[in-house]
């Protein structure tokens, strides 16, 4: 029985290494490889690239820096996926906000994920840390802005063809005011792809 046992195993080790070999080749940021008629992260890149530099040049953060003499303070909210497709949108608000915290143009704090991490961490250092170095609880620097937006297709189809279309609006929301103070998005460029599917015998 140990036999058999122990030559199962080594089977079992040896189909698992084959699985696992493949061919692997690194790819340049600049190669772009559709598999698929699906969003990916070239489609990730052409977008945000288009609404940052959307939104660093909009007037009216412009006029709040002239106005209060800093840049607004901006939290992410959510973008949400409305597509017909599972999107992780995290991915585009965090590429959007490490680019334009680069500009200088405008601020963020954590967002509501982060935070709770980080008052964890204030809350133990006041139990545990010296009173030199403690941060102050309560001391958070208040969002003048938040970021939100959606994510959405349209999806043609005829037979084993198709083509989707990827539509994304971002908004910069003001927390006082409920007020839209620059919106963008990618209809004058939209993401459009056209897929064919093979033959798949069942």
Known sequence: MKKIIAVLCLFAMAVTSVMAAG???????????????????????????????????????????EKNGRAPVVILGTIKNESVERIDTKII????????????????VA??????????EVAQQADHASEETAKAIDEEEGADFMLMGSVKTIV????????RTYYVNVQLMDLQTHRIIWSGDNEDAPV???????GVKL
């Open 192 to 198: 459009r792809k056209y897929f064919k599917q093979k």
């Open 111 to 120: 967002d509501k994920s982060e935070r709770d991490e980080l008052r964890e």
């Open 156 to 163: 043609q189809q005829n037979g084993k063809e198709s083509i």
């Open 93 to 108: 608000s965090k590429r959007m906000q490490n680019a334009i915290i680069k500009t200088g143009v405008l601020e963020f």
């Open 23 to 65: 061919k692997v080749k690194r790819l340049t940021e600049d190669k772009v490889i559709d598999l698929n008629g699906y969003w990916n992260e070239n489609d990730v890149k052409v977008v945000c690239d288009a609404l940052i530099e959307d939104c660093i040049q909009s007037p009216r953060i412009a006029k709040f820096e």
